[in-house]
């Protein structure tokens, strides 16, 4: 296949009421890659650290620092519009994050240089999102092999989304998915480069100007 594709009334009390119970039934496979970086500086990735109260303090110090630091609302419609609709504030989006954390078949992913949080991905179940089934068909995939990521980087080009998507795809491997949809816009260079960097491919058949990507995982060929 090419690489581009040109064509109750009685109130019973809830079995789960903390964080911490949830991620003890769902415990994810923890990921954490080491890598250098272009510019010589280390990069952390790795899933987001909770607590029984959510986010780490660490955690949550540097991602609400990361989300000062890039645009909120690139930061929301990147990260966050396609857990919540269109996140409404900070707040919102940051119960989100630790949500999509925890959620199994969910997951963020974070990558830290110098201590700060320089980059963030997710993942999540495609029916929570919508497919593009013509693409999954040409890739001989069904829906509950693949889901669907974003992902945003602050500092660029030094190589932070590549092992980003890495420890993102380690992540994906473990819960069982096979491959890695994503959608962007066609002028998103940064985005379908990366894509073709890590063996994806990208469909520019069904929206032109919204291609869908798709990053094959362990064992997959497209
Ligand atoms: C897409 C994004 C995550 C890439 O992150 P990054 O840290 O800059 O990526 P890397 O430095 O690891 O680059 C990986 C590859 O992507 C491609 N790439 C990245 N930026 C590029 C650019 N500006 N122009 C062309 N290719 C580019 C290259 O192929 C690069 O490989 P190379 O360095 O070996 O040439 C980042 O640009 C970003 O956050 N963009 C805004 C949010 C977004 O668009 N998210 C995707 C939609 S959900």
Redesign the pocket.
């Known amino acids: 296949m090419d690489r581009i594709l040109m064509h109750s009334s009685r109130r019973s009390r809830p079995l789960i009421s903390r964080p911490g119970q949830l991620r003890a039934m769902h415990a994810k496979r923890p990921v954490e890659r080491r890598a250098i970086l ?1 510019d010589g500086r280390e990069v952390i990735s790795r899933q987001l650290r909770l607590n029984d109260a959510g986010l780490t303090d660490q955690d949550a110090r540097s991602l609400g620092e990361f989300l000062d630091r890039t645009p909120f609302l ?1 930061a929301s419609s ?1 990260m966050c519009s396609h857990l919540v609709g269109a996140a409404k504030s900070r707040d919102w989006a940051l119960r989100d994050i630790v949500g999509s954390a925890i959620a199994p078949g969910h997951d963020v992913l974070v990558a830290e240089v110098d201590g700060k949080i320089e ?1 963030m ?1 997710t993942y999540m179940p495609v029916d929570e999102f919508g497919v593009n089934e013509a693409l999954l068909m040409k890739a001989r995939l069904v829906q509950a092999e693949v889901c669907v ?17 890495g420890a993102q795809m380690q992540s994906a491997d473990n819960a069982g998915y096979k491959a890695i949809m ?4 066609a002028s ?7 894509t ?2 890590l063996g994806g491919i990208v469909d520019t058949e069904v929206e032109p100007a919204n291609p869908y990507t798709l990053v094959p995982l362990q064992g997959v060929e497209l």
Do not use: P
Request: aromatic content about 0%; some cysteine.
């Open positions: 272009k690139c990147a980059g991905c990521s974003t992902i945003l980087v602050a500092t660029r080009r030094i190589g932070i989304g590549t092992e980003l998507k994503g959608k962007t816009a998103n260079v940064a985005m379908i480069g990366l073709l960097k």
